[in-house]
C-alpha cells in the first residue's frame, strides 16, 4: 500500500515537473530602450469591425455632497468582575509574627507563596506603603500574605472590592478552627 501511494505521488510530480516551460526569456537591460525586431503575428481567419458610428458621450450624474452628521456615542467601559473566591483553611502564624490575626476569622489574601522568602518579600512592601500585614502558614505549608482581616462575611467582602483594584487576585480565607 505505501509503495503504491509512493508511486503516485511520484507520477504527480513527474507530470508537474514535465509540464513546465522550458522557454528562457531574454534579459531587458534596465535604461534601454525596447525595439520589435520583427511585425506583429496576425491570426489568419479574423475578420476586424470597424466601427462606424462615433462614441457617444455618457452623462455621469453629479454625487450629492454628503453631510457629516457627528454621531456621540457613549461607551462605558467594559468592566471584567472576577468571581468572588472564598477559602476555608485552618492555619497557624509564624514564630515572630503577630498574633492578633488569629482574633478575626475572615481575611482577605493577596499572595500566596511556597516559600517564605517571598512572602516576606510582599510583607515588607505592603508595610511600606501603609497597611498592616500579617502571614499565616495553611496545613499544606503554603504562606499566605494577609492585608486585611475582619470580624464578618460581608466586611471581608466589601474589602476585597476595594483592594482588588490593585491586587487583581485576591481573595477571601475563612479561618477553620482546630
Known amino acids: 500500500m505505501k509503495k503504491l501511494i509512493g508511486l503516485i505521488f511520484c507520477a504527480v510530480l513527474m507530470?508537474?515537473?514535465s509540464c513546465r516551460s522550458k522557454k528562457n526569456l531574454a534579459e531587458i537591460p534596465s535604461g534601454g530602450d525596447i525595439v520589435a525586431t520583427s511585425e506583429p503575428e496576425m491570426i489568419p481567419n479574423m475578420d476586424l469591425v470597424k466601427n462606424t458610428q462615433p462614441a457617444q458621450p455618457v452623462a455621469q450624474p453629479e454625487p450629492e455632497p454628503v453631510k457629516e452628521v457627528p454621531v456621540?456615542?457613549?461607551q462605558e467601559?467594559?468592566?471584567e468582575e472576577k468571581a468572588i473566591v472564598?477559602?476555608?483553611e485552618a492555619f497557624t502564624?509564624?514564630?515572630g509574627q503577630d498574633t492578633q490575626v488569629m482574633n478575626r476569622n475572615f481575611h482577605v489574601v493577596v499572595g500566596s507563596f511556597r516559600n517564605k522568602s517571598n512572602a516576606d518579600g510582599l510583607f515588607a512592601t505592603l508595610r511600606s506603603e501603609g497597611y498592616s500585614p500579617a502571614i499565616v502558614v495553611n496545613e499544606q505549608g503554603m504562606y499566605r500574605v494577609l492585608i486585611v482581616s475582619c470580624d464578618n462575611y460581608q466586611e471581608a467582602?466589601?474589602?476585597?472590592?476595594?483592594i482588588r483594584s490593585r491586587f487583581a487576585d485576591a481573595w477571601v480565607?475563612?479561618?477553620k478552627k482546630n
Open 15 to 17: 507530470m508537474g515537473v
Open 77 to 79: 467601559p467594559v468592566v
Open 173 to 175: 480565607l475563612v479561618q
Open 86 to 88: 472564598t477559602r476555608s
Open 72 to 74: 456621540e456615542v457613549e
Open 157 to 162: 467582602r466589601a474589602q476585597l472590592s476595594s
Open 93 to 95: 502564624v509564624p514564630e
